[in-house]
């Protein structure tokens, strides 16, 4: 990767530098928005934090948000099919709705039912991704127990060029984009992104004599639509819309395997204003965004089976302030308005989250100390409270070491609290405890990075199949593990290799379901003067899955992209590459293996 992941990370532990809003766009500093809820250099925060940028997404020829994150530090992936089927992540062994997911920092409405479906949502407009491992509620309140994933899309990007996309492939695969940040008058920043995709599928669960040829297939339509303007030299304003339709076929998995079809159509707009001067940063945001869906037996149309509707307003205060060259003292206010309707039942829940937060971030020679606070009002459950504490220390400019300890909850979700087949309203928010601590450096060049991390998690939600309602389970789930991670070079090539062990155990000791104990990564740019290769690799061992086991497995994909001029690239994937068979959910085998190939081309 051309943005080096674990340079990064390894600079957060030996480098403390001072902070200083005036640097924010200097060439040689990662900048990063989502660790501490405000914009400072990667090298000043103590969490774990990833980056994808998007010169990654198009060195490895990404498809889909869950080709990206699959190849990062801590993240296990359970997909029920191919494009367009559930796809849920796991971090360091979290359930897939202990994540948090925001888009440019606001939370994806999607969370009000459940996990976030990622394959649901298109690159088209994704400019980078930033990954935090570890309990950010502090900060950002529920769901951010494992890590919290923000997709920042190209709605305030600053760059000036069009590029125009077009490419085919395996299953029938099509997709043509177009991406262009355009200077409107003097301080003006127009910036567009529309896209469209689809594939025929294959049979994401086949049942011999029942369900014989069926395809399950995909289609996308998206676009976004930003613009920034430049008031004076501290004052901005801000507005985006973004929106898809996304059409899917799916197997019932009940009774005769009817062919179902899903559609989820998505629009969110936001606008602000942002003051940033050397000392002071202040940005107000309000959203909406609003996702309906349809679920029905394609044969009878899309209006006979079920339709939902999730709705949601967020208003968001965040605000810094450099007291000195070492200190930075942030905070604001949330308020989220969310609700969900079930169209055929007729029934909508409704219900409100305010809430007030606080971090201060320090450096004193060496040494880095960071306290962070917050206070959630929720309508249903109350006052909850969640903090974390943080500090790290360079011993020598080659070793140093950091850990953290927060607090963090999850509210159960509308849909689990009030589904009228499944919902539980007796249900009590989620909690937890987690610690992690870091020790890294160089060592002739290898930079490496080990974590311990240990969670605690009480109250966790689950789906009582005897019951067919939600539950809380009562007892501990605890889970305890290793990340072992190292960034070398070997003449023209780069890696990143990470290792992680775990112990993902629920209160009975038993461990937790599709988590796997073992994990190995590899992910290698080779750059020669007009071509990039990529190459990634990943082994996943067993796990349980209900009363089976799913054998481990390993995957390859690799891609190559030939920069014919300055403004053409032409670009080739290969998916899958040893056409390995392996399940990460019982029941719904992989895609076999695909081939890809797309034309970049920039004005």
């Known amino acids: 990767m051309n943005q080096s992941i674990l340079a990064v990370a390894v600079a957060s532990l030996l480098s403390y530098t001072s902070y200083s809003y005036a640097q924010s766009n200097t060439a040689d500093e990662t900048m990063v928005v989502t660790a501490n809820r405000f914009e400072q250099s990667q090298a000043s925060a103590l969490s774990n934090v990833e980056i994808i940028t998007r010169q990654d997404i198009e ?9 990206i994150l699959r190849r990062l530090t801590g993240i296990q992936l359970s997909q029920n099919g191919g494009r367009g089927q559930l796809a849920s992540i796991y971090v360091r062994g979290t359930n897939s709705d202990q994540v948090l997911v925001l888009v440019d920092g606001i939370r994806f409405a999607r969370a009000a039912k459940g996990s976030v479906d990622f394959n649901q949502i298109p690159l088209t407009y994704v400019d980078r991704i930033e990954y935090i491992r570890g309990a950010r509620a502090s900060l950002y309140g529920s769901e951010a127990i ?43 920043q127009l910036n567009v992104a529309v896209g469209y995709e689809s594939d025929d599928g294959y049979n994401v669960k086949p049942k011999p004599g029942v369900n014989d040829g069926d395809r399950h297939g995909f289609e996308s339509k998206n676009a976004l639509v930003g613009y920034v303007h430049d008031l004076n030299q501290n004052w901005s304003l801000f507005a985006n819309v973004r929106a898809y339709e996304n059409i899917y076929q799916y197997d019932s998995s009940f009774g005769s395997h009817q062919y179902y079809e899903g559609e989820k159509d998505n629009i969110a707009a936001a606008l602000g204003a942002k003051f940033q001067s050397n000392k002071l940063m202040s940005e107000l945001t309000y959203s909406k965004q609003k996702q309906k869906e349809w679920d029905y037996e394609q044969k009878e149309g899309k209006h006979s089976g079920r339709i939902g509707e999730l709705e949601q307003q967020n208003v968001q205060w965040t605000n810094s302030y450099l007291l000195s060259d070492n200190i930075v003292v942030a905070g604001g206010v949330d308020w989220r308005d969310e609700s969900y309707a ?32 917050r206070a959630d009002d929720n309508e249903q459950f109350g006052k909850q409270y969640t903090y974390s504490i943080g500090a790290g220390y360079e011993f020598i400019p080659e070793f140093g070491i950091k850990s953290t300890f927060g607090t963090a909850f999850k509210a159960p979700d509308l849909y689990q609290l009030n589904d009228p087949y499944s919902g539980n309203k007796t249900l009590a928010p989620e909690e937890s405890d987690a610690w992690d601590i870091t020790i890294g450096g160089v060592i002739q060049s290898v930079r490496w990075s080990v974590t311990g991390y240990d969670y605690k998690i009480d109250n966790i939600i689950e789906y009582n199949f005897d019951t067919y309602k939600f539950a809380n389970i009562e007892g501990r789930s605890h889970i305890r593990g290793i990340e072992m991670v190292s960034e070398f070079d070997t003449g023209i090539v780069q890696h990143q290799v990470s290792a992680e062990f775990k112990d993902p155990e629920d209160a009975n000791g038993k461990q937790l379901s599709r988590r796997s104990k073992e994990i190995y990564k590899w992910n290698a740019l080779v750059v020669f003067d007009e071509v990039d290769w990529s190459i990634g690799y990943q082994y996943i061992g067993e796990r349980p899955d209900g009363s089976d086991e799913l054998p481990a497995y390993s995957l390859f994909d690799t891609a190559v992209s030939y920069y014919a001029n300055e403004s053409t690239t032409i670009s080739a994937r290969i998916d899958n590459v040893f056409d390995e068979e392996f399940e990460t959910a019982k029941g719904y085998p992989a895609a076999e293996r695909a081939y890809y190939l797309n034309v970049n081309y920039k004005f």
């Open 59 to 67: 060195q490895t020829q990404a498809k889909t948000l869950p080709d």
């Open 146 to 188: 494992g890590g919290v994933i923000n997709i920042i899309t190209v709605a305030r990007s600053q760059q000036e060029e069009t590029k125009l996309s077009a490419g085919l492939g395996s299953l029938d695969y099509q997709e043509l984009s177009l991406r262009s940040g355009v200077e409107v008058a003097q301080d003006g």
């Open 342 to 373: 079930d169209k055929v039942a007729n029934e909508e829940f409704d219900r409100t989250n305010s809430a007030a937060f606080a971090v201060v971030s320090a450096n004193v020679d060496k040494a880095t100390f960071e306290l962070s606070g």
